[in-house]
């Protein structure tokens, strides 16, 4: 059974209202625990529940648990490492084992991805129309290729990376 329209309207309100409700505490947008609802509602087997409100405020509140355990393990980029962090040999010790992790990972990769990526990681930093004159491609070609690539390395890199330890949990 698909999803009418009649139905949207109908949920609308009441999915907006039990969204607000959560994300504060979840530290989330509303807006995109409203999404991820009705993502979850389309990807429904058999279409709209009996019970829609009821099956709402349910998957809203499991959309907000979900998105308070992701919260808790991601870490912004924007935030700057402390200063203490500059002193001493081991930033740049840490940022060339970085940088070898990061270029072992590239020649990995299915023989496609390899030379894009290392022409996207030179030192040279070469513009889009010299990659693709160097790989011999269209330029408009480089951008899709790219995003491939770099989701597979990006696949590669999480798997090989160790699940956060659970917090609050003593042994």
Sequence with gaps: MDLQPQEVQ??????????????????VDAADLEQAVWVRLLE???GVPQEPAGWLRGAVRAEARLARRRVGRET??????PAAYDAGPEPAVLAA????????????????????????LSPSDPTYREIA???GMSQGSLGPMRSRCLGC???MLAAEVAPPARRGMEP
Excluded at 10 to 27: D, K, R, T
Excluded at 97 to 120: F, H, I, M, N, Q
Aim: with cysteine; proline share 9%; charged share 25%.
């Design 10 to 27: 109908a949920l609308a309100p009441l999915l907006a209202a039990e969204a607000a409700a959560e994300a504060m505490g979840a530290g």
């Design 44 to 46: 429904q087997p058999g």
């Design 76 to 81: 912004s980029y924007a935030a700057e490492p």
């Design 97 to 120: 084992e970085r940088r070898r992790a990061l270029r072992a990972a590239v020649r990995r990769l299915p023989a496609r991805c390899r030379p894009l990526l290392a022409l996207l």
């Design 133 to 135: 004159g160097e790989l």
């Design 153 to 155: 390395l990006r696949r």
